[in-house]
């Protein structure tokens, strides 16, 4: 195996995060996730198991949901990304509000990456089943609430999303 | 942990990504969706010198309809085809596939191409594909050649692709119109890979006998066509009896390897009841004209 030449394999890509763009300088094996966090500043996006299983890293590119922990920063270059970040602004999201109405909030670790998931269903006002919450949650890991607080907070939050 | 140092490329053309395979061979690794090759990357149980990205490649990523067959570029994303209305039409048993295929946030990365290319022997693809009778399209500097799906998985993560090859091209031909179609399988959570599964297709003859039946188990060191199903079943009634006999005939010489999550012979029995299962829904299917129940 030859060694490759860090210096000159450094590109610079410019990603948007939460609408402001974000450019740097990079080497091709850093993660998405490591670039929001430490280039990006932004730490709401947490990694857990750095091989897509528990969900904690998701975050969404060009409007849908993906493991941030399973793509290099450069093949985001050029697209547009969302972190937890740009929920709330103006105010606690419903999806916020009903997770900590539903106590599906303990030590907060996999919340990001479930606000992240479920926000794009909150967004299109789809009726699901507890079934279908459940699959939708599928994807994402929980160590502390045993996921029924969780369950119910997307239920009202999708609840509020028709009234 | 995070990955090794390697150098990056991200081609616009098919033809460059050829180039780069041909010049750098085993040195450098194809990167589709990264779903499969990015946590081996960052527990470094990989450590390639060169990722030459194929997903910036417009012409890699396409689903089209050609001479009646189903054409899905490679760097197709699994999500994509998913939603592809060609496919749900003509295809459906890739629908139902795919909704086994871990979770809807790694399905908008991974793609169709990569699933084949790794091969994991719990994959669904690599089965739905055996079932389809699917071809591979695989091009190198040296030229281009097409595998049969048959073919092409040789053992546990390896293929017919050499070093140097690209996937580039899945064609899936097209089935007789009213064909049944079932893709089943067991998980002990939904998203996680499976223990066992099976992908069938039934079709009939117009006095309700079996004239074409494929079934395919995953879970072994291959997707598992079992032709002993085939012949229990073609020219016979598709009746409750014969389908039972057949789901028995498909797990002889069957072997998958067992591990702490199930034995060898907890899953030829799981892979029998799937088969079972498999068959009797695209029997189902194949009553009601093939149309989804
Ligand atoms: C948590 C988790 C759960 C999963 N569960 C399942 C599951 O239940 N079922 C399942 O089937 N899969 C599962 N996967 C794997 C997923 O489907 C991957 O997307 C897929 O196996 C690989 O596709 P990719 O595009 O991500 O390929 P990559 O990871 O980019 O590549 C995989 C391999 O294929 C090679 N390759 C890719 N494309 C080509 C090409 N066009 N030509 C030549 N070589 C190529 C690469 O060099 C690499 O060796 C899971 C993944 C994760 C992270
Ligand atoms: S850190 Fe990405 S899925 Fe666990
Ligand atoms: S609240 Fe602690 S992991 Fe979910």
């Known amino acids: 195996m030859s060694t490759v030449d860090l210096a000159s394999s450094t590109r610079r890509v410019r990603i948007e995060i939460n609408e402001r763009a974000v450019e740097a300088e990079v080497e091709p094996r850093l993660l998405l996730a490591d670039f929001i966090r430490e280039r990006a500043g932004l730490r709401g996006t947490h990694l857990g198991c750095e091989h897509g299983v528990c969900g904690a890293c998701t975050v969404q590119l060009d409007g849908e949901p993906v493991r941030s922990c399973l793509m290099l920063a450069v093949q985001a270059d050029g697209r547009s990304v969302r972190t937890v970040e740009s929920l709330g602004r103006g105010g606690l999201h419903p999806l916020q509000r009903a997770f900590i109405e539903c106590h599906g909030v303990q030590c907060g670790f996999c919340t990001p990456g479930i606000l992240m998931s479920i926000e794009p269903l909150v967004q299109e006002g789809r009726t699901l089943t507890r079934e279908e919450i459940r699959h939708a949650l599928s994807g994402n890991l929980c160590r502390c609430t045993g996921y029924q607080g969780i369950i119910a907070a997307v239920e009202l939050a999708l609840s509020w999303a028709h009234t | 942990m995070k990955p090794a140092p390697f150098a990056y490329d991200a081609p616009r053309e098919t033809a460059q990504v050829v180039e780069l395979l041909a010049k750098y061979g085993d040195d450098a690794k194809v990167l589709a969706g990264g779903q499969s090759l990015i946590p081996l990357l960052n527990f470094r149980l990989a450590r390639p010198d060169r990722l030459i990205d194929v997903t ?68 669904e693809l690599p089965a739905a594909f055996m079932t389809l009778d699917a071809r591979f399209h695989l091009r190198c500097a040296r030229g281009a050649r097409t595998v049969p799906a048959a073919e092409f998985f040789v053992s546990y993560f390896t293929t017919a692709l050499e070093p140097d090859e690209l996937l580039e091209e899945i064609e899936v031909p097209p089935l007789p119109g009213g064909t049944g179609y079932a893709f089943v399988e067991f998980a002990r959570r939904h998203g996680d890979f499976a223990l066992g599964g099976a992908a069938a297709l039934i079709t009939l003859d117009a006095r309700g006998m079996c004239r074409h039946i494929s079934l395919t188990l995953l879970g072994a060191e291959t997707p598992w066509r079992s032709p002993q199903t085939e012949q229990v079943l073609v020219g016979n009634p598709p009746d409750e009896q014969n389908l039972v006999e057949a789901a028995h005939a498909a797990v002889q010489g069957f072997e998958p390897s067992g591990d702490i999550h199930g034995s060898t012979e907890y899953r030829i029995g799981l892979a029998e009841t799937m088969a079972l299962r498999a068959l009797r829904r695209a029997l189902d299917r194949a009553h009601t004209g093939g149309r989804p129940t």
């Open chain 2, 56 to 123: 910036r490649v417009p012409a890699l990523s396409n689903i089209e309809p050609r001479d009646g067959s189903l054409v899905i570029a490679a760097a197709t994303r699994q999500a994509t085809l998913e939603r592809s209305a060609l496919t749900a039409q003509g295809w459906p048993l890739l629908i139902e596939a795919l909704r086994y295929v871990a979770h809807s946030q790694i399905r908008a990365l991974g793609t169709v191409g990569g699933s084949v290319a790794h091969a994991d022997p719990a994959a």
